[in-house]
């Protein structure tokens, strides 16, 4: 729903990663990559921040902080280096 129904476009690019509840649900942080990688990071978290009063309409919605994943960032600079260092064959 955040996705699909969130029509920011500092969210396009944007794949949500994880989240993690407070024991009691009211409160969530929720991981998100971005196809740029973490240079978009502070725009997609403005656009989170400014779509905050759409997503707590919803009955019962947690609160929610958004943080930047930069696992999958990191995933291909690793990638990158192991083929840069692969001997030839």
Do not use: N, Q, W
């Not at 998100?32 to 919605?61: D, N, Q």
Request: glycine share 12%; net charge positive.
């Amino acid at each position: 729903m955040l996705i699909r129904d969130l029509k920011d476009p500092r969210l396009r690019g944007v794949s949500l990663t994880g989240v993690t509840m407070t024991d009691d649900l009211r409160r969530g942080r929720v991981g998100f990559s971005h196809i740029e990688g973490s240079v978009k990071a502070a725009a997609a978290v403005a656009g989170f921040k400014s779509a905050a009063g759409f997503i707590r309409r919803l009955r019962y919605t947690p609160e929610l902080d958004f943080e930047f994943d930069p696992g999958l960032e990191r995933a291909a600079r690793i990638g990158a280096l192991l083929r840069e260092g692969r001997p030839k064959l």
